[in-house]
């Protein structure tokens, strides 16, 4: 490592109600990977965007190369040399890879020009990309080369990567992880934020521990255990999650030949999906995103109509039931995208709590809402899953992502689901909240309820499933027993390699 390179020296911001960083003070050297971590709210994202230039601080300064920092807008963090991958792609599926990479720039070059550096960068990085490809068709790892040749073609001497890892299979991190090394042998800085510990113990050299807005230390990840760094994160111990041993029960849902279109022109459509869900069984389906999660929670819920007998339900064909008939029944989901999916955004905890537990919470009589009851059940959500938030009568929007998805989890959970269908059930949330989600959903199939989990993250499915299979372009591997799966096998069942060429790995 190098020169010191960013110096954060007490940095602070308040909104109303809350402190999001209190003084906060570290540095950043030249070809260092410093890893910034801490719980949800903690003020993670809040810093990032005062050091790129997107908020304001109230106090406290920043110098970069020992020369005064005080972005006004991204633009200027730019033209300093700090660049930034978020953790939601910002592209247009319509637009090819050079015209998304163009978009970004103050003054593109011509589109030829620029397709062949593109080329040149993407492939010296092990990025390869063609730029002549429509960004729509691309998957979701593909998608994150995008933005990070975006920002390499600006040539950054800090690059701040939030959660780079969500949406990629195993190879495609070893992938990514060369490419920062190279960075950094190179001199440039990586301000690296993930809530996967054993990845920051891989990769970063630095970690500064953020805790309710405050520096609360540092360490080494190498020399420091993932527990003890979630320890230092949450101030305190936390339990692991613990399954009870279950045996699973009889079926409660089939599905048999499920083949869908997507509604989306950039969607995945569904191919011949068959799998079963026993009564106490917690079934893991994996995959890059992008390989039809969001087309198989919306057949399951009942928000795209299927043949009617392609799912069953306790042996009862549901495909033409709408979602409130399957939530009557018994059959409960919580999607990927929180705010405007899960949750309305401007409405309440209160009022989002009864749209999808109206029925089954018993929250309307005769037509008449019972209020006091609906907001009774929020404070129970709340409550029992730690959400942090002044009151049900909060906005969802109010809610860092974190937070608000433990909200949405502990919504559906709470409503005692006979199946219950999660998509990422703890993207974005730190490590003691994912172990409580984790844990309440062992707790749900360990009474009898049969869980479906999508997610992306793998250390997440191996640790609370009994079977696992993985999604690649819409069809579904053949279903395995999670135990003894090795991280080769299920890399090359989310890549499309199914059956024996699986087992001859």
């Given at each position: 490592?190098?020169?010191?390179?960013l110096?954060?020296?007490?940095?602070?911001?308040?909104?109303?109600?809350?402190?999001?960083?209190?003084?906060?003070?570290?540095?950043?050297?030249?070809?260092?990977?410093?890893?910034?971590?801490?719980?949800?709210?903690?003020?993670?994202?809040?810093?990032?965007?005062?050091?790129?230039?997107?908020?304001?601080?109230?106090?406290?300064?920043?110098?970069?190369?020992?020369?005064?920092?005080?972005?006004?807008?991204?633009?200027?963090?730019?033209?300093?040399?700090?660049?930034?991958?978020?953790?939601?792609?910002?592209?247009?599926?319509?637009?090819?890879?050079?015209?998304?990479?163009a978009?970004?720039?103050?003054?593109?070059?011509?589109?030829?020009?620029?397709?062949?550096?593109?080329?040149?960068?993407?492939?010296?990085?092990?990025?390869?990309?063609?730029?002549?490809?429509?960004?729509?068709?691309?998957?979701?790892?593909?998608?994150?080369?995008?933005?990070?040749?975006?920002?390499?073609?600006?040539?950054?001497?800090?690059?701040?990567?939030?959660?780079?890892?969500?949406?990629?299979?195993?190879?495609?991190?070893?992938?990514?992880?060369?490419?920062?090394?190279?960075?950094?042998?190179?001199?440039?800085?990586?301000?690296?934020?993930?809530?996967?510990?054993d990845?920051?113990?891989?990769?970063?050299?630095?970690?500064?521990?953020?805790?309710?807005?405050?520096?609360?230390?540092?360490?080494?990840?190498?020399?420091?255990?993932?527990?003890?760094?979630?320890?230092?994160?949450?101030?305190?111990?936390?339990?692991?999650?613990?399954?009870?041993?279950?045996d699973?029960?009889q079926?409660?849902?089939?599905?048999?030949?499920?083949?869908?279109?997507?509604?989306?022109?950039?969607?995945?459509?569904l191919?011949?999906?068959?799998?079963?869900?026993?009564?106490?069984?917690?079934?893991?389906?994996?995959?890059?995103?992008?390989?039809?999660?969001?087309?198989?929670?919306?057949?399951?819920?009942?928000?795209?109509?299927?043949?009617?007998?392609?799912?069953?339900?306790?042996?009862?064909?549901?495909?033409?039931?709408?979602?409130?008939?399957?939530?009557?029944?018994?059959?409960?989901?919580?999607p990927?995208?929180?705010?405007?999916?899960?949750?309305?955004?401007?409405?309440?905890?209160?009022?989002?709590?009864?749209?999808?537990?109206?029925?089954?919470?018993?929250?309307?009589?005769?037509?008449?809402?019972?209020?006091?009851a609906?907001?009774?059940?929020?404070?129970?959500?709340?409550?029992a899953?730690?959400?942090?938030?002044?009151?049900?009568?909060?906005?969802?929007?109010?809610?860092?992502?974190?937070n608000?998805?433990?909200?949405?989890?502990?919504?559906?959970?709470?409503?005692?689901?006979?199946?219950?269908?999660?998509?990422?059930?703890?993207?974005?949330?730190?490590?003691?909240?994912?172990?409580?989600?984790?844990?309440?959903?062992l707790?749900?199939?360990?009474?009898?309820?049969?869980v479906?989990?999508?997610?992306?993250?793998?250390?997440?499915?191996?640790?609370?499933?009994?079977?696992?299979?993985?999604?690649?372009?819409?069809?579904?591997?053949?279903?395995?027993?999670?135990?003894?799966?090795?991280?080769?096998?299920?890399?090359?069942?989310?890549?499309?390699?199914?059956?024996?060429?699986?087992a001859?790995?």
């Amino acid at each position: 490592m190098g020169a010191e390179l960013l110096n954060i020296s007490g940095l602070s911001k308040a909104y109303p109600g809350v402190i999001a960083n209190d003084t906060v003070s570290f540095s950043i050297r030249e070809g260092e990977v410093h890893a910034l971590l801490g719980e949800n709210g903690a003020g993670k994202s809040t810093l990032v965007k005062m050091i790129y230039g997107l908020v304001k601080p109230d106090s406290g300064t920043m110098a970069l190369r020992g020369q005064p920092f005080a972005p006004s807008e991204p633009r200027a963090a730019r033209a300093s040399g700090v660049a930034m991958v978020f953790q939601h792609f910002s592209l247009f599926d319509a637009l090819s890879v050079a015209e998304n990479v163009a978009l970004g720039m103050e003054t593109p070059p011509r589109m030829r020009d620029l397709a062949h550096r593109i080329r040149e960068v993407s492939e010296s990085y092990g990025l390869p990309l063609d730029p002549y490809r429509i960004v729509g068709d691309l998957s979701a790892g593909e998608r994150q080369r995008v933005e990070i040749i975006r920002c390499l073609l600006q040539d950054p001497r800090l690059l701040i990567m939030d959660e780079p890892t969500s949406v990629l299979t195993p190879q495609e991190v070893e992938i990514l992880f060369a490419t920062l090394r190279k960075l950094t042998s190179e001199g440039v800085a990586i301000l690296y934020i993930s809530h996967k510990l054993d990845e920051i113990r891989t990769l970063c050299d630095h970690a500064t521990i953020l805790r309710l807005g405050r520096n609360v230390g540092t360490c080494v990840p190498s020399e420091t255990t993932a527990r003890e760094m979630a320890e230092m994160m949450v101030g305190s111990a936390f339990e692991q999650p613990e399954s009870a041993g279950r045996d699973p029960g009889q079926v409660t849902l089939d599905v048999t030949g499920l083949s869908l279109a997507s509604p989306g022109a950039f969607g995945t459509s569904l191919r011949n999906i068959h799998f079963t869900v026993r009564k106490g069984e917690i079934l893991g389906i994996g995959g890059v995103a992008g390989n039809g999660q969001d087309e198989l929670l919306a057949a399951l819920s009942g928000e795209i109509r299927s043949q009617a007998d392609a799912i069953t339900l306790d042996g009862r064909p549901i495909g033409r039931h709408g979602p409130a008939e399957r939530r009557a029944m018994g059959l409960l989901t919580a999607p990927e995208e929180r705010l405007g999916h899960a949750a309305a955004p401007d409405m309440t905890l209160t009022e989002n709590a009864l749209m999808t537990a109206a029925q089954r919470e018993g929250l309307v009589r005769h037509g008449f809402l019972r209020w006091a009851a609906a907001e009774g059940f929020a404070r129970r959500i709340i409550e029992a899953f730690d959400v942090r938030t002044p009151g049900p009568d909060n906005a969802a929007r109010s809610l860092s992502g974190g937070n608000l998805q433990k909200f949405v989890i502990g919504r559906e959970v709470l409503q005692r689901p006979d199946v219950l269908v999660v998509n990422q059930p703890t993207w974005g949330v730190d490590a003691a909240a994912a172990a409580a989600i984790r844990q309440a959903l062992l707790d749900l199939a360990a009474n009898g309820t049969a869980v479906l989990c999508i997610s992306q993250d793998l250390d997440e499915l191996m640790e609370i499933s009994d079977r696992f299979g993985a999604l690649n372009e819409g069809r579904l591997s053949e279903i395995r027993p999670a135990r003894g799966l090795t991280v080769e096998e299920i890399g090359l069942m989310m890549g499309g390699a199914h059956g024996m060429e699986v087992a001859h790995v």
